[in-house]
């Protein structure tokens, strides 16, 4: 199967509008994103409606928690819930913190930080101590029915792949990055078929290049 993978969004309508412009003219079986639809310098309101329209999969990032619980709206660019269309508060409230794929020998989850937990991070860089006391990691280690799991929160495009022993397949995990316009806006080709993933980068000027390229 082939996936496009949106990463936190952060209200960025144009640049979500170019991600799925491309990923649909990429023939991607289904587009996934994790969340933090909301808190950024964009249209929420019109980046709600792209993610609808085009019914890409999204789960709840912790921003998106936050203006439900009407925390946290002190920071930067936050929206809250009583400027937003019906529409959107909408889609807002119908986020799940999780989503399972089934692929057909194994499951996708697609989440936002790490598993259940919406602020847990995983690093490109984390080994030893880091890893061994990421408790929700662990717990997906332990599932071994998921077999991939998309991730973002971090703003870092990533692929790390985690050995489980005794002949059980492995856990590759994919972080998407993030549209917010000051990180590295970029979006995600997953091709599982090809074991493959294409990074590609969206600049200031809305135009896209191609990144970088992992083996899976």
Known sequence: MRFGLIGDVHAEDQRLAVALEMLSAANVDRVLCTGDVVDGLGDVD???????????????????????????????????????????????????????????????????????SDMKKLGPDDSGYALSTNDELMKVLLDASVSVMVTGHTHVPMVRRFERGSGKTPLLVVNAGTLARDDGAGFVVLDLGARRADFHRIAQDLTVSHASRAVL
């Open 46 to 116: 019109h980046a709600c409606t792209l993610l609808a329209r085009h019914g890409v999969v999204t789960v709840r990032g912790n921003h998106d928690r936050w203006i439900r619980e009407d925390t946290m709206r002190t920071l930067p660019n936050a929206h809250r819930m009583t400027t937003l269309a019906p529409s959107s508060i909408e889609l807002l409230k119908s986020l799940p913190p999780t989503v399972r794929i089934d692929l057909g020998g194994g499951v996708l989850l697609l989440c936002h930080g790490v598993g259940e």
